[in-house]
Structure formats: C-alpha cells, structure tokens
C-alpha cells in the first residue's frame, strides 16, 4: 500500500501500485456495464493513515434510483465481505461514526474492481484543507481522483480538470505540491470545494479519458476511480 503524505504530520491513502512502466491506454472507449456476481471482500481504511475503521456500513446502491444491492458492516479491522449482486451502474456509500459520509466509484461502474475502500474524518478533512492553503467550504464536496491504466497500473503526467476551487497533485514526494500541474508516480490529486450534484471530471494522459460524472454531496468525501 502506498502512503502519501500531505503534510509533515498528514498523510493520505491512495492504494496504487506506484511501480514504473509504461502506460497501457488501449482500453479507451466505451466499454459495457461490469457485472459482480457473488462473494467480494476488502477493507475500509482511514485516508488519514490508512487504519482499517471499524463498524461502518457498506451499501452498494443503484446510481439510478439508490436502491440498495447489498450492504454490510466492517469488523473491528475494517475489514468486511459480502454477497454482491450489481448488473447496473452502481457505487459504494459509506458511514461510520466520527466519520464524512464517503462514496465510492469504482472505473468498472460496479463496486467490487477495488477491494479497499476510503474514509475520512471531519478533523481530517480540516487539516487536509488547512494543508493545501484552502479554506473548507462544508456545503461543497472534496474527492480523491486516481488515474489508472487499462491494468490497474498508476499513471503519470495525467491532468485533471474539474469545475471546482483547486486541483493538487501528489508529487513524487509524496506531498502536494502547488507548483505541479499533473500526476506524479502516485497519478492521484484532490478536488478541494467541488460543487453539489453531477460532477465532469476531465482525465487527460496524452488522451483524454472516456469521461463520466460521478454524484458529490455536502460535506462528503468521494474516491473517483478512472480508468481510460
């Protein structure tokens, strides 16, 4: 697991292998909905860190009308399975006491490609912002972008636009870094103060990415998965 550092005292889970090699981008174009069928495990971590967080709720829910396909509770390592059954566009939402809601949405559209998911704490999340040199807006959304390849494989160099306050990247240091204008070998940034509801998130590695909005909500913390 790869840890990135914020801040001297901060650091940030992003779960991306950060070996070196060349991007596999072969794969872009629209692709058909991935379907999940039977047991799938993982855990839940704190992005502050990366500790597994205990007793939260998983649901994996409909994007079209939030119907719940299955839910399931972390255990005292954070750790959980369940029995899915998701053949629709779909997305994990999480909560957990002392916790932001979280959301996850998985490339594949189905929750289940990644095994770990990621929350974060309001205290986290102030100093998160406090680190970037931005003031937290509680009625906006923060996300995490991780840029892949067609193999899972980190991807460096991608820019990433969205209709929101900043975009930072995570440099080879494993802090933000205000100077840098695209992914380093981690291929993660953060969406500070994006806007409520349908969110457009721009990838772009040489190509751009096949682009589709994910759903922000107030105050919530949201892992955008993006694969070509």
């Given amino acids: 697991m790869k840890t990135l550092l914020v801040a001297a005292s901060l650091s940030l889970v992003a779960c991306v292998d950060s070996t070196e090699s060349t991007a596999d981008l072969t794969c872009l174009g629209p692709k058909p909905i991935a379907a999940l069928h039977g047991p799938t495990s993982g855990v839940v971590l704190d992005e502050i860190g990366g500790a597994g967080v205990p007793n939260a709720l998983i649901e994996v829910r409909s994007r079209a009308d939030q119907r719940v396909f299955a839910s399931t509770g972390t255990d005292a390592h954070g750790e959980y399975t369940m029995l ?31 095994a770990h998911q990621m929350m974060l ?93 994910i759903e922000t909500s107030p105050g919530a913390f949201s892992v955008s998965w993006r694969r070509p």
């Fill in 84 to 114: 899915l059954a998701a053949d629709a566009p779909a997305f994990s939402k999480l909560t957990a006491e002392g916790y932001l809601d979280g959301y996850g949405f998985d490339s594949s559209h189905v929750p289940g490609e990644h």
């Fill in 121 to 213: 704490t309001a205290a986290g999340s102030d100093e998160l912002y406090r680190s970037a040199g931005v003031m937290r807006d509680l009625t906006k959304a923060t996300v995490l972008v991780v840029v892949e390849d067609c193999t899972g494989r980190p991807v460096r160099g991608a820019t990433i636009s969205a209709d929101a306050e900043r975009v930072m990247y995570l440099g080879d240091d494993t802090q933000f870094d205000p100077a840098l204008d695209a992914t380093s070998g981690d291929s993660a940034a953060l969406i500070l103060n994006a806007p409520v509801g349908a969110l457009d998130i721009t990838v772009d590695a040489g190509i751009e990415y096949s682009t589709w909005p």
